[in-house]
C-alpha cells in the first residue's frame, strides 16, 4: 500500500467529503474515490460510511485511523531528520490552539520561529479544548494548546496560570469595591460558553454555589462581553481572553483566586519530529520573557 493511499485516508478522514479531500490534495474526486477503494479492498472491511451529505469513519475506520496517521508522521519525521542532517532545517509543523491562544500568542511566537527556521512549513488550526487535544491524541496535529485536565493518554506540559474574572456592566458594583464575594452574585445569571463549564470556570461557580439553571451560554468571548454590556448576566473570563477584547464591561477578581492552566500537549518527545522540539523551544522562551519566573515551569518540563 502506498503512502498515498494513506494520506487520501487522512484527509477525507477529516474533511468529511471526498470532493474537499480532492481539493485540498489538488486530485480528482474520482482519484479519491479510487485511492479508497483500494485500500478499503487491501485491509478486507469498509473505512467509510457513504451519504448523501459527505462521509464518516465506520467503526474499523477510527480504529486504525490513528495508526495510519502514525505511519505518515514517522515518514514526515524521517524526512526531516534526513534534513537536519543534511543541514537543511526543513519540516512542517501542525500547530492546535484555542481562540486566546491564536490571537495573542502565537502571533509572536510564530514570527520568532520564522526568523530562526525560515525554511519549516506552519499550519494552525483552531479549536475548542477537546478537539485540540484528540487531534493530537490521532496525529492530525503535532501539538497543541489545550487546557487542563487533559484525558486524552498525551504528553501534557502545564504552561501558564490564566487567572479568571468576574465581568460585569458598568452598572454593577461590588460591596466590597474591588472584589466580588458570593453576596454580589447571588440570584445573578452568568454568561459563558459551553465548553469552559466542564473545567476551572465551573469550579469557580460551584464555589459560589450558582445554579446550572441561572447559567446561559453564548458562542465565543465576544459574545459574551456583548451579552454583559447589555445587561443580560454576568461573565467569567480568563485574562488572557479579555486582553484584545473590548466594550463597556469592568473586571473583578474573585474573593478567592481562581485559574485556569494553559497546557500544551503532544505525543512523547520520542515521537515528536526534530521541527516540533524546536518549536517547543521558542514557545519555552516566549513564556519565560511573558511572564518571568512562571515560565520556568515550562522549562523545567522540557
Not at 467503526?59 to 495508526?67: A, E, N, T
Not at 519525521?77 to 484555542?98: H, Q
Not at 460551584?206 to 445554579?211: F, K, L
Request: with cysteine; proline share 4%; aromatic share 8%.
Amino acid at each position: 500500500m502506498s503512502t498515498f493511499a494513506y494520506e487520501v485516508f487522512s484527509e477525507v478522514a477529516k474533511q468529511k467529503t471526498f470532493f474537499a479531500a480532492a481539493t485540498q490534495l489538488s486530485v480528482t474526486p474520482s482519484a479519491i474515490s479510487h485511492s479508497i477503494a483500494g485500500l478499503e479492498k487491501d485491509l478486507g472491511f469498509s473505512l467509510f460510511i457513504r451519504s448523501r451529505t459527505g462521509v464518516r469513519l465506520t467503526p474499523d475506520g477510527q480504529k486504525i485511523l490513528p495508526i495510519i496517521q502514525g505511519i505518515l508522521n514517522a515518514e514526515v519525521k524521517l524526512t526531516e531528520e534526513a534534513a537536519r542532517i543534511n543541514g537543511l532545517n526543513e519540516g512542517r509543523i501542525r500547530i492546535g490552539a484555542f481562540s486566546s491562544v491564536c490571537i495573542n500568542w502565537l502571533p509572536d511566537i510564530i514570527r520568532s520561529f520564522k526568523k530562526k527556521y525560515p525554511k519549516i512549513e506552519l499550519s494552525v488550526t483552531q479549536g475548542n479544548f477537546n478537539e485540540v487535544a484528540e487531534q493530537v491524541r490521532v496525529g492530525t496535529l503535532d501539538i497543541g494548546f489545550s487546557a487542563l485536565p487533559i484525558k486524552e493518554k498525551l504528553e501534557v506540559i502545564p504552561l501558564h496560570r490564566d487567572p479568571i474574572y468576574c465581568i460585569a456592566p458598568e452598572s454593577f458594583k461590588p460591596q466590597e469595591n474591588k472584589i466580588v464575594t458570593r453576596k454580589d452574585i447571588k440570584d445573578k445569571s452568568f454568561i459563558l460558553q459551553q465548553i469552559d463549564y466542564d473545567r476551572d470556570t465551573k469550579r469557580a461557580l460551584d464555589a459560589y454555589d450558582v445554579s446550572v439553571n441561572s447559567i446561559h451560554y453564548s458562542i465565543d468571548d465576544a459574545s459574551i462581553i456583548a451579552m454583559v454590556e447589555s445587561g443580560l448576566g454576568l461573565g467569567i473570563l480568563p485574562e488572557l481572553a479579555l486582553q484584545k477584547l473590548s466594550g463597556n464591561v469592568n473586571q473583578y477578581p474573585f474573593k478567592e483566586r481562581f485559574y485556569r492552566t494553559i497546557c500544551l500537549v503532544s505525543h512523547s518527545e520520542a515521537h515528536q519530529t526534530p521541527s516540533t522540539r524546536a518549536f517547543v523551544r521558542v514557545i519555552q522562551k516566549y513564556l519565560l520573557g511573558r511572564y518571568g519566573d512562571e515560565g520556568q515551569v515550562l522549562q523545567q518540563n522540557f
